[in-house]
């Protein structure tokens, strides 16, 4: 057993904490053992994407969970990995997470809600809408706000209406607060042999415009393994193609083959930096991206 002497001090395990969990916060990391939010860097400001709970008594652990990345990791400091978690302090994380997931629930079931309030009422989206003609794609199916926001529906595998992408005119995209994402999807098209999925609404009305194949939309790179998996099991023969960003970063090529690879799938991304809304209107010769 590590003595108290030789115990790191607070400052040392909260640093252990965030370095070991990746997290990236200027937040001050609170180690009472209760459940706190976070705001991760680089994420809007205002957000506060992750949640954790660090416990200092006994051995120092803790747990740690990115809603963007749906990303859940225990902790235990290192060094200590034989040693129990102290009984008192796994209760305190077992209670967090299961706050955690009542909360979330909570958010959820009101969003589905809302947007099962919203969706059946809204207009479809005039062929004329601003967005849309700058982007040089039709509606196919999206729906239209009073302000001239795109409406857009996400599904959940049950095939649930659980939450909705609003996209306005000036291109600014927001979701129904609490709504979940993760495994929700829409789509653009009927049953084709080759299903293609790909990020956003615009990107996936380009490919259908393009192949006329079944096209589904996971919302952002992150979604696309759960989703294309979501569509494997429904057609299992079919030739799933994961339409990949072509990003500077390689974020949306790396997510893109790992979806592949979990379907047994092809990936497919545009020859020039950006997404295959871009390169359509490069062939084209039009739009302003």
């Not at 919203?118 to 199916?141: E, F, V």
């Not at 909705?164 to 600014?172: A, K, N, S, Y």
């Not at 653009?188 to 299903?195: L, R």
């Amino acid at each position: 057993m590590q003595s108290k002497a030789n115990k790191p001090a607070a400052y040392e395990i909260i640093d252990a904490f965030k370095a070991d969990m990746n997290i990236v916060t200027d937040d001050p990391i609170i180690a009472d053992g209760k459940l706190h939010r976070c705001h991760i860097n680089g994420h809007k400001s205002g957000t506060l994407n992750g949640a954790y709970v660090l416990h200092l008594d006994g051995t120092p652990a803790g747990y740690f969970e990115d809603f963007t990345t749906d990303i859940k990791t225990n902790w235990k400091l290192e060094g200590s990995e034989r040693q129990p978690i102290d009984h008192e302090a796994q209760k305190q994380i077992d209670a967090a997470k299961t706050e955690r997931a009542k909360q979330r629930l909570i958010k959820e079931q009101k969003a589905a809600r809302t947007a099962n309030y919203i969706y059946p009422k809204a207009p479809l989206a005039d062929p004329g809408n601003t967005y849309l003609i700058r982007k040089g794609i039709q509606p196919h199916g999206a729906k239209q706000g009073y302000n001239g926001a795109l409406i857009l529906p996400l599904y959940d595998a049950k095939n649930d209406l659980v939450s909705l992408q609003f996209i306005h005119p000036d291109g600014t995209k927001r979701f129904l607060k609490g709504g979940n994402k993760k495994g929700c999807f829409w789509w653009i098209g009927q049953k084709t042999d080759t299903v293609c999925v790909g990020e956003g609404f615009v990107t996936c009305a380009s490919i259908f415009e393009a192949t006329g194949y079944l096209t589904v939309i996971a919302y952002d790179a992150g979604n696309l393994e759960a989703v294309a998996k979501i569509i494997r099991d429904r057609q299992q023969a079919a030739n799933i193609v994961i339409c990949a960003d072509n990003d500077e970063s390689g974020v949306g090529q790396e997510k893109a083959n790992r979806a592949a690879h979990a379907v047994n799938g092809l990936v497919a991304f545009p020859p020039i930096p950006g997404d295959f809304n871009d390169w359509a209107k490069q062939i084209q010769g039009g739009g302003d991206g």
